[in-house]
């Protein structure tokens, strides 16, 4: 009995050192993630850069600490907006065009805001021919569960004459997070070629969409650069520094929080109540 009740004590012993280091490994984790959401949510109140959040998430973790401060960077940087791509970028398939949805009118049909940025997008595609071009946009047609925005670009671009082997549908994205994540997820696996990228949309979603594009391609080690944009000149719309916030916080993987930012500060047009994994 005696050896019995030693060989049970030596198993729990050895099964709570293992957890041990699972449970740091949590709580390390979880720590590192309320010092992102701490700096991005500061910047986004104040405007400015909270170095304390940063240095003590470098002290849990240096790699991350050095790619959300090079984020930072990036959300600081002023970025013009561009009516159209300018001359001077890659004229082979190494440059990517990547058209950032909208909204769907209840029948599935495009809103003329989406149609004004395929025109920026069909300019585009005629200046840089050889350019792969990725649409990106889930569902948001709500009496057409068929319908996708990324679907209709595509189609509205055909139309307009454009060669369907350089089209890319990415469908499934329902915030300018996931066109991100699934964009970049796309292009290393179908297109590894591609090492610029070029944003097209409305004027007040290109700062938004740089941010995003440049940080996931950070939090993923990617060789990819946003180098460009052109965008349609929109009479109204805006996106605040919260929203932003709310969207980095998407991309380092609290959906929730990130779901419950957008609810309390999306505002533009007529978005329909969100749902999260799926612009």
Same mark, same amino acid.
């Given at each position: 009995?005696? =050896? +019995?009740?030693?060989?049970?004590?030596?198993?729990?012993?050895?099964?709570?050192?293992?957890?041990?280091?699972?449970?740091? *490994?949590?709580?390390?984790?979880?720590?590192?993630?309320?010092?992102?959401?701490?700096?991005?949510?500061?910047? @986004?109140? =104040?405007?400015?850069?909270?170095?304390?959040?940063?240095?003590?998430? /470098?002290?849990?973790d240096?790699?991350?600490?050095?790619?959300?401060?090079?984020?930072?960077?990036?959300? *600081?940087?002023?970025?013009p907006? =561009?009516?159209?791509?300018?001359?001077?970028?890659?004229?082979?398939? &190494?440059?990517? #065009?990547i058209?950032?949805?909208?909204?769907? =009118?209840?029948?599935?049909?495009?809103?003329?805001? #989406?149609? $004004?940025?395929?025109?920026?997008?069909? /300019?585009?595609? *005629?200046?840089?021919?050889?350019?792969?071009?990725?649409?990106?946009?889930?569902?948001?047609?709500?009496?057409?569960?068929?319908?996708?925005?990324a679907?209709?670009?595509?189609?509205?671009?055909?139309?307009?004459?454009? +060669?369907? &082997?350089?089209?890319?549908? $990415?469908?499934?994205?329902?915030?300018?997070?996931?066109? /991100?994540?699934?964009?970049?997820?796309?292009?290393?696996?179908?297109?590894?070629?591609?090492?610029?990228?070029a944003?097209?949309?409305?004027?007040?979603?290109i700062?938004?969409?740089?941010?995003?594009?440049? @940080?996931?391609?950070?939090?993923?080690?990617?060789?990819?650069?946003?180098?460009? +944009? /052109?965008?349609?000149?929109?009479?109204?719309?805006? #996106?605040?520094?919260?929203?932003?916030?709310?969207?980095l916080?998407?991309?380092?993987?609290?959906? *929730?929080?990130?779901?419950d930012?957008?609810?309390?500060?999306?505002?533009?047009?007529?978005?329909?109540? #969100?749902?999260?994994?799926?612009?």
């Amino acid at each position: 009995m005696k =050896n +019995n009740m030693i060989a049970f004590m030596l198993v729990l012993c050895m099964a709570f050192t293992m957890m041990v280091p699972a449970l740091a *490994e949590e709580t390390s984790h979880d720590a590192a993630q309320s010092q992102i959401e701490r700096a991005v949510v500061s910047y @986004a109140a =104040n405007g400015t850069r909270d170095q304390e959040a940063l240095s003590a998430l /470098a002290s849990l973790d240096p790699v991350l600490g050095e790619k959300w401060t090079r984020i930072m960077d990036l959300w *600081e940087a002023n970025v013009p907006v =561009n009516e159209a791509l300018p001359d001077g970028l890659p004229e082979d398939d &190494s440059l990517c #065009l990547i058209g950032l949805g909208f909204q769907l =009118n209840p029948d599935g049909t495009m809103r003329d805001e #989406l149609i $004004e940025r395929l025109k920026v997008m069909l /300019a585009a595609s *005629e200046k840089y021919p050889n350019a792969i071009i990725v649409c990106t946009g889930g569902g948001t047609a709500a009496d057409d569960p068929t319908a996708t925005e990324a679907g209709r670009m595509a189609e509205w671009l055909q139309a307009q004459g454009v +060669n369907p &082997s350089r089209l890319v549908v $990415e469908d499934h994205s329902l915030t300018t997070a996931q066109n /991100a994540i699934y964009t970049f997820n796309i292009l290393a696996e179908q297109h590894p070629q591609v090492k610029q990228i070029a944003i097209v949309s409305s004027d007040y979603h290109i700062a938004t969409g740089t941010l995003l594009f440049g @940080a996931e391609a950070i939090l993923r080690d990617s060789e990819i650069e946003v180098v460009s +944009n /052109a965008s349609w000149h929109a009479p109204s719309g805006t #996106l605040s520094a919260m929203f932003q916030a709310g969207a980095l916080i998407e991309l380092s993987g609290d959906v *929730e929080t990130a779901f419950d930012i957008y609810y309390e500060t999306y505002d533009i047009h007529e978005l329909p109540p #969100l749902a999260s994994g799926g612009d």
